[in-house]
Protein backbone atom coordinates (compact mmCIF):
# COMPACT_ATOMS: atom_id res chain seq x y z
CA UNK A 1 0.00 0.00 0.00
CA UNK A 2 1.09 3.17 -0.45
CA UNK A 3 1.12 5.69 1.93
CA UNK A 4 3.64 8.74 0.30
CA UNK A 5 4.33 10.19 -2.74
CA UNK A 6 7.52 12.06 -3.34
CA UNK A 7 7.60 14.43 -5.95
CA UNK A 8 10.79 16.38 -7.94
CA UNK A 9 9.46 19.85 -8.53
CA UNK A 10 11.35 21.39 -11.72
CA UNK A 11 9.34 19.68 -14.74
CA UNK A 12 6.98 17.74 -12.66
CA UNK A 13 5.00 20.09 -10.85
CA UNK A 14 6.17 23.78 -12.17
CA UNK A 15 7.43 23.99 -15.78
CA UNK A 16 10.47 25.24 -15.02
CA UNK A 17 12.50 25.51 -18.50
CA UNK A 18 9.49 27.16 -19.65
CA UNK A 19 10.06 29.40 -17.03
CA UNK A 20 13.76 29.75 -17.21
CA UNK A 21 13.46 30.25 -21.28
CA UNK A 22 11.13 33.48 -20.75
CA UNK A 23 13.08 34.82 -17.98
CA UNK A 24 16.03 34.40 -20.03
CA UNK A 25 14.75 36.06 -22.83
CA UNK A 26 13.01 38.90 -20.82
CA UNK A 27 16.11 39.78 -19.00
CA UNK A 28 18.25 39.79 -22.23
CA UNK A 29 15.59 42.03 -24.02
CA UNK A 30 16.12 44.55 -21.06
CA UNK A 31 20.27 44.54 -20.87
CA UNK A 32 20.14 45.22 -24.52
CA UNK A 33 17.54 48.16 -23.70
CA UNK A 34 20.08 49.41 -21.22
CA UNK A 35 22.85 49.45 -23.43
CA UNK A 36 24.46 46.21 -23.80
CA UNK A 37 25.79 46.27 -27.42
CA UNK A 38 25.61 42.80 -28.32
CA UNK A 39 23.12 40.94 -30.61
CA UNK A 40 20.94 38.65 -28.32
CA UNK A 41 21.86 35.62 -29.99
CA UNK A 42 25.45 36.08 -28.70
CA UNK A 43 24.14 37.29 -24.96
CA UNK A 44 22.13 33.76 -25.46
CA UNK A 45 25.18 32.12 -25.87
CA UNK A 46 27.20 33.42 -23.27
CA UNK A 47 24.42 32.64 -20.60
CA UNK A 48 24.07 29.45 -22.06
CA UNK A 49 27.90 28.76 -21.80
CA UNK A 50 27.62 29.98 -18.07
CA UNK A 51 24.80 28.19 -17.05
CA UNK A 52 26.71 24.85 -18.58
CA UNK A 53 29.91 25.89 -16.70
CA UNK A 54 27.96 26.62 -13.35
CA UNK A 55 24.99 24.57 -13.32
CA UNK A 56 21.06 25.89 -14.03
CA UNK A 57 20.66 27.43 -10.51
CA UNK A 58 23.59 29.83 -10.74
CA UNK A 59 22.61 32.73 -9.27
CA UNK A 60 25.45 35.32 -10.56
CA UNK A 61 24.92 34.53 -14.49
CA UNK A 62 24.19 38.50 -15.21
CA UNK A 63 26.98 39.54 -13.53
CA UNK A 64 29.43 36.94 -14.74
CA UNK A 65 28.03 37.85 -18.36
CA UNK A 66 28.61 41.65 -17.81
CA UNK A 67 32.34 41.24 -16.26
CA UNK A 68 33.11 39.26 -19.49
CA UNK A 69 32.13 41.64 -21.55
CA UNK A 70 33.46 45.04 -19.79
CA UNK A 71 35.87 43.42 -17.59
CA UNK A 72 33.76 45.16 -14.83
CA UNK A 73 30.90 45.65 -13.12
CA UNK A 74 28.05 48.01 -14.59
CA UNK A 75 25.01 47.92 -12.37
CA UNK A 76 22.47 49.89 -14.75
CA UNK A 77 22.68 47.34 -17.08
CA UNK A 78 22.84 44.08 -14.47
CA UNK A 79 19.88 45.85 -12.34
CA UNK A 80 17.86 46.12 -15.92
CA UNK A 81 18.29 42.04 -16.57
CA UNK A 82 17.59 41.25 -13.00
CA UNK A 83 14.43 43.09 -12.53
CA UNK A 84 13.00 42.11 -16.23
CA UNK A 85 14.41 38.34 -15.29
CA UNK A 86 12.93 38.22 -11.31
CA UNK A 87 9.19 39.81 -13.14
CA UNK A 88 8.87 37.39 -16.07
CA UNK A 89 9.92 34.62 -13.93
CA UNK A 90 7.05 35.69 -11.14
CA UNK A 91 4.88 35.82 -14.69
CA UNK A 92 5.63 32.71 -15.56
CA UNK A 93 6.13 30.28 -12.55
CA UNK A 94 2.70 28.19 -12.25
CA UNK A 95 2.05 24.59 -11.76
CA UNK A 96 1.34 21.94 -14.41
CA UNK A 97 -2.32 21.51 -15.47
CA UNK A 98 -4.38 19.74 -13.10
CA UNK A 99 -1.40 19.63 -9.95
CA UNK A 100 -3.20 21.42 -7.73
CA UNK A 101 -6.51 19.72 -7.59
CA UNK A 102 -4.28 16.12 -7.80
CA UNK A 103 -2.38 17.34 -4.44
CA UNK A 104 -5.42 18.18 -2.68
CA UNK A 105 -7.14 14.88 -3.62
CA UNK A 106 -4.31 13.15 -2.33
CA UNK A 107 -4.50 15.14 1.14
CA UNK A 108 -8.46 14.45 0.93
CA UNK A 109 -6.99 10.60 0.93
CA UNK A 110 -4.90 10.34 3.54
CA UNK A 111 -1.33 10.45 1.58
CA UNK A 112 1.65 12.07 2.81
CA UNK A 113 3.44 14.44 0.45
CA UNK A 114 6.85 15.22 0.31
CA UNK A 115 9.32 17.08 -2.53
CA UNK A 116 12.89 15.99 -3.34
CA UNK A 117 15.13 18.46 -5.52
CA UNK A 118 17.99 19.02 -6.31
CA UNK A 119 17.43 22.51 -6.37
CA UNK A 120 19.31 24.76 -3.16
CA UNK A 121 17.25 24.98 -0.15
CA UNK A 122 16.19 28.63 -1.10
CA UNK A 123 15.49 28.56 -4.52
CA UNK A 124 13.19 25.46 -4.07
CA UNK A 125 11.16 26.98 -1.12
CA UNK A 126 10.88 30.10 -3.20
CA UNK A 127 9.31 28.10 -6.18
CA UNK A 128 7.23 26.92 -3.32
CA UNK A 129 6.00 29.65 -1.64
CA UNK A 130 5.24 31.74 -4.63
CA UNK A 131 2.95 28.92 -5.99
CA UNK A 132 1.30 28.60 -3.08
CA UNK A 133 2.50 24.86 -2.51
CA UNK A 134 4.34 25.48 1.21
CA UNK A 135 1.19 24.72 2.97
CA UNK A 136 0.66 21.30 0.99
CA UNK A 137 4.24 20.37 1.69
CA UNK A 138 6.08 20.53 5.18
CA UNK A 139 8.82 18.14 3.76
CA UNK A 140 11.00 18.88 1.03
CA UNK A 141 14.63 17.77 1.07
CA UNK A 142 17.06 19.48 -1.23
CA UNK A 143 20.92 19.35 -2.52
CA UNK A 144 21.53 21.47 1.19
CA UNK A 145 19.85 18.87 3.11
CA UNK A 146 22.02 15.61 2.07
CA UNK A 147 24.77 17.47 0.29
CA UNK A 148 24.21 14.82 -2.65
CA UNK A 149 21.94 14.70 -5.99
CA UNK A 150 20.07 11.88 -7.29
CA UNK A 151 20.35 9.55 -8.17
CA UNK A 152 22.70 9.24 -4.93
CA UNK A 153 20.38 6.75 -2.38
CA UNK A 154 21.36 9.57 0.40
CA UNK A 155 18.71 12.01 -0.84
CA UNK A 156 15.76 9.37 -0.84
CA UNK A 157 16.20 7.66 2.74
CA UNK A 158 16.49 10.99 3.99
CA UNK A 159 13.04 11.56 2.50
CA UNK A 160 12.00 8.65 3.76
CA UNK A 161 12.80 8.97 7.35
CA UNK A 162 11.14 12.24 7.48
CA UNK A 163 7.77 11.20 5.76
CA UNK A 164 8.47 8.09 8.16
CA UNK A 165 7.39 5.45 5.92
CA UNK A 166 9.18 2.08 4.61
CA UNK A 167 10.33 2.27 0.88
CA UNK A 168 7.91 0.22 -0.75
CA UNK A 169 5.33 2.22 1.14
CA UNK A 170 6.41 5.00 -1.32
CA UNK A 171 6.25 6.66 -4.77
CA UNK A 172 8.68 8.53 -6.53
CA UNK A 173 6.85 10.69 -9.35
CA UNK A 174 9.76 12.77 -11.67
CA UNK A 175 10.64 13.84 -15.16
CA UNK A 176 14.40 12.44 -14.52
CA UNK A 177 14.70 8.84 -15.06
CA UNK A 178 19.08 8.66 -14.78
CA UNK A 179 18.04 10.86 -11.57
CA UNK A 180 14.42 10.59 -10.20
CA UNK A 181 13.82 6.93 -10.93
CA UNK A 182 17.30 4.62 -11.24
CA UNK A 183 17.72 6.63 -7.39
CA UNK A 184 14.32 5.78 -6.06
CA UNK A 185 14.46 2.41 -7.73
CA UNK A 186 17.87 1.67 -5.94
CA UNK A 187 16.20 1.95 -2.57
CA UNK A 188 12.71 0.69 -2.85
CA UNK A 189 10.91 2.91 -3.84
CA UNK A 190 7.36 2.64 -6.75
CA UNK A 191 8.10 4.80 -9.41
CA UNK A 192 5.88 6.97 -12.10
CA UNK A 193 7.41 8.59 -14.94
CA UNK A 194 5.81 12.44 -15.35
CA UNK A 195 5.75 12.21 -18.90
CA UNK A 196 3.76 15.42 -19.44
CA UNK A 197 7.46 16.90 -18.04
CA UNK A 198 9.94 14.96 -20.13
CA UNK A 199 12.17 17.66 -22.08
CA UNK A 200 14.13 14.47 -23.48
CA UNK A 201 12.58 12.86 -25.67
CA UNK A 202 12.66 9.89 -23.17
CA UNK A 203 11.91 6.32 -24.80
CA UNK A 204 12.51 3.87 -21.78
CA UNK A 205 11.92 5.19 -18.80
CA UNK A 206 11.94 2.12 -16.62
CA UNK A 207 9.42 3.22 -14.00
CA UNK A 208 6.86 1.41 -12.66
CA UNK A 209 3.98 3.88 -13.98
CA UNK A 210 4.24 6.60 -16.72
CA UNK A 211 1.71 9.36 -15.98
CA UNK A 212 0.85 11.22 -18.97
CA UNK A 213 -0.93 14.30 -16.97
CA UNK A 214 -0.51 13.90 -13.20
CA UNK A 215 -3.98 13.50 -12.61
CA UNK A 216 -3.31 9.75 -13.57
CA UNK A 217 -1.97 9.78 -9.96
CA UNK A 218 -5.03 9.31 -8.92
CA UNK A 219 -5.89 6.03 -10.83
CA UNK A 220 -2.94 4.49 -8.84
CA UNK A 221 -3.82 1.78 -6.73
CA UNK A 222 -2.50 3.60 -3.66
Known amino acids: MIKAIVFDLDNTLVD ?13 V ?3 DAGLELSTE ?9 YKERGIEYQQVFDDLIYGIFQKADNRVLASGVVAYRRAREAALKPYPHVTA ?5 IRRGVKLA ?4 APSREAWLRLCFIGFHHIFSTAVTFDDTGERKPSE ?4 KVLELLDVKPEEALMVGDWPERDIVGAKAVGMKTAFARYGDTFGTTDHGADYELRVISDLLNITL
Not at 16 to 28: G, H, L, T, W
Open 115 to 118: VLSD
Open 30 to 32: AMV
Open 42 to 50: EIKARVDAI
Open 16 to 28: FMAMKRQAIDAAI
Open 102 to 106: TLMEL
Open 154 to 157: KPFR
